[in-house]
């Protein structure tokens, strides 16, 4: 057996399963060591969340590679814990819960919401409403094929939130660095283990392809801003809270 099938059928799988841990531990820790999820896009969580689950039910209809659907379901548990440490340690005298690409309050106030519950109750009711399609509509070809572009398709997305908020403060104030690097080997092991292993669709791949994109030009945007003091939109220091 040489190295690149060993690459293939051990090692990729290994990286896979591992990276909710690897590329959200830091986070998490540095969240809460310093009590303060200033600078993170909680809708990074939101992103993952929505994908993993949606995921999971696209295996029963395609039964992809096995791997896949443990880092998705490992990808679940640390998305919540992600979630419930950022919404534990938020600013408090800020109009806005986190780092947001726009100040331009959404609709119903969604994923903005001040109180804790509402985002518990919208996971809840997600899972559920899915589930309920997925025993309508689960023995359908055409609703697989979508359910696995919508949740690789929103997978895709998961680094512009953080672009566009680091794009507006001029900043990577509070997002880890340690999570770039791991979301970069990421897409160099996905690259690899989704065009050779056998279990794969047309989905992980362009999902593949755009994530690596976003996830580049954060790592432009570390080069050019670093970590340092927001900004404001005329170019003023921005003061910490």
Same mark, same amino acid.
């Given at each position: 057996?040489?190295?690149?099938? $060993?690459?293939?059928?051990?090692?990729?799988?290994? *990286?896979? $399963?591992?990276?909710?841990?690897?590329?959200?531990?830091?986070?998490?820790?540095?969240?809460?060591?310093?009590?303060?999820?200033?600078?993170?896009? %909680?809708?990074?969580? %939101?992103?993952?969340?929505?994908?993993?689950?949606?995921?999971?039910?696209?295996?029963?209809?395609?039964?992809?590679?096995?791997?896949?659907? $443990?880092?998705?379901?490992?990808?679940?548990?640390?998305?919540?814990? %992600?979630?419930?440490?950022?919404?534990?340690?938020?600013?408090?005298?800020?109009?806005?819960?986190?780092?947001?690409?726009?100040?331009?309050?959404?609709?119903?106030?969604?994923?903005?919401?001040?109180?804790?519950?509402?985002?518990?109750?919208?996971?809840?009711?997600?899972?559920?409403?899915?589930?309920?399609?997925?025993?309508?509509?689960?023995?359908?070809?055409?609703?697989?094929?979508?359910?696995?572009?919508?949740?690789?398709? $929103?997978?895709?997305?998961?680094?512009?939130?953080?672009? %566009?908020?680091? +794009?507006?403060?001029?900043?990577?104030?509070?997002?880890?660095?340690?999570?770039?690097?791991?979301?970069?080997?990421?897409?160099?092991?996905?690259?690899?283990?989704?065009?050779?292993? +056998?279990?794969?669709?047309? +989905? *992980?791949?362009?999902?593949?392809?755009? +994530?690596?994109?976003?996830?580049?030009?954060?790592?432009?945007?570390?080069?050019?801003?670093?970590?340092?003091?927001?900004?404001?939109?005329?170019?003023?220091?921005?003061?910490?809270?």
């Amino acid at each position: 057996m040489g190295l690149f099938n $060993i690459l293939i059928q051990y090692i990729a799988p290994l *990286f896979l $399963i591992t990276s909710p841990i690897t590329s959200y531990g830091d986070q998490i820790r540095s969240m809460h060591s310093s009590r303060s999820s200033q600078g993170f896009s %909680l809708d990074t969580p %939101l992103i993952m969340l929505v994908a993993s689950i949606l995921r999971c039910f696209y295996w029963l209809g395609a039964e992809f590679e096995t791997s896949l659907l $443990i880092q998705s379901i490992l990808m679940i548990f640390v998305q919540l814990t %992600l979630l419930k440490v950022a919404l534990d340690h938020r600013p408090p005298e800020v109009s806005q819960p986190f780092s947001m690409a726009t100040n331009t309050p959404r609709p119903y106030r969604f994923w903005q919401w001040r109180g804790q519950r509402p985002y518990w109750e919208f996971l809840a009711y997600f899972t559920l409403s899915t589930a309920v399609l997925q025993l309508v509509f689960g023995r359908s070809g055409v609703w697989v094929n979508v359910l696995g572009y919508v949740a690789l398709g $929103i997978e895709a997305l998961l680094p512009l939130p953080q672009v %566009l908020a680091n +794009q507006r403060s001029r900043s990577c104030q509070g997002f880890r660095v340690s999570v770039l690097v791991s979301w970069l080997v990421g897409d160099a092991m996905k690259m690899v283990y989704f065009w050779n292993a +056998q279990h794969v669709g047309f +989905q *992980f791949k362009a999902c593949a392809l755009v +994530q690596m994109v976003f996830d580049v030009y954060l790592g432009v945007q570390f080069w050019t801003f670093g970590g340092g003091p927001k900004v404001d939109d005329k170019g003023r220091e921005m003061p910490m809270l």
